[in-house]
């Protein structure tokens, strides 16, 4: 594999690459280099490279629900905490920025279903020349261009995540309202701020059981992910 060959000089760039897509769809001894290649540049804190590998978007983001639901099902999860942030915490880019700007060369103007989700604000560029003879010119017009759309992309996008947080906390508090109505009526006769101030702590709680119940079910993840690992590399 040519990225083992040139591993020394993969590190004197500093350079940590990442594999994402459907592992177990990549045949074994494939995927055991695959990691070596990964596990060898981990510790590198340049630049990061993601190669999407056997890999579409529609398979990540199909990928994060059905991890969801086992979550859910193995109670690990209860359904309120599934939220758009959870399935971006699944994704295999979870630890990585969104991008900033999408190129596509070769005079080709269409996503061809890689990082879509992750696309969303980003600005996109279509370059009709190929990809090998992209020269520093084409860059340079590219961001000259986006720097002049960052600010309008920057304030679309700070609105978007106003609008998902306040949509998340409506759900949350429809969600303890339907509990509260199930439970025993021991709030009536009491004034309405005690009742507020009961509201206003359950959803505090319900925050903080949230957050341990996330971390258990990312951690347990990835102790999955770490398990198929090794067992790929047995077939070295």
């Known amino acids: 594999m040519l990225l083992l060959l040139t ?12 594999i994402l897509g459907d592992w177990s769809a990549i045949p074994a001894r494939v995927r ?3 990691i070596r290649v990964m596990r060898n540049t ?9 190669v999407c590998f056997s890999y579409t978007s529609r398979w990540e983001i199909a990928h994060s629900i059905q991890l969801m639901a086992r979550g ?5 999860l209860q359904l309120c905490d ?19 700007i999408l190129i596509r060369t070769s005079g080709e103007v269409r996503l061809s279903d890689f990082l879509t989700w992750q696309s969303s604000f980003a600005a996109p560029f279509w370059l ?12 340079l017009a590219v961001l000259l261009t986006y720097q002049q759309q960052v600010d309008a992309l920057q304030k679309q996008k700070a609105v978007a995540i106003e ?10 508090v429809i969600w303890l309202r339907q509990r509260w109505e199930a439970e025993p009526k021991r709030d009536e006769g009491r004034p ?20 341990a119940r996330v971390d258990g079910f990312l951690a347990d993840h990835q102790e999955r992910m770490d398990v198929m690992f090794e067992d790929s590399l047995s077939y070295e």
């Open 128 to 139: 009709s020349t190929l990809w090998p003879a992209v020269q520093l010119t084409d860059i």
């Open 7 to 18: 591993r020394d000089a993969v590190r004197r760039v500093n350079m940590r690459i990442k």
């Open 32 to 34: 055991a280099a695959m």
């Open 72 to 76: 859910v099902s193995e109670g690990r």
């Open 82 to 100: 599934v939220s758009e942030d959870l399935m971006e915490m699944s994704f295999e880019t979870a630890h990585e920025p969104d991008p900033d």
């Open 192 to 211: 309405m701020v005690q009742r507020v101030k009961t509201l206003d702590d359950r959803l505090a709680q319900l925050l903080l059981d949230r957050d």
């Open 163 to 172: 609008q998902k947080q306040m949509a998340q906390q409506h759900a949350d």
């Open 42 to 50: 981990a510790d590198n804190d340049g630049i990061t490279v993601n």
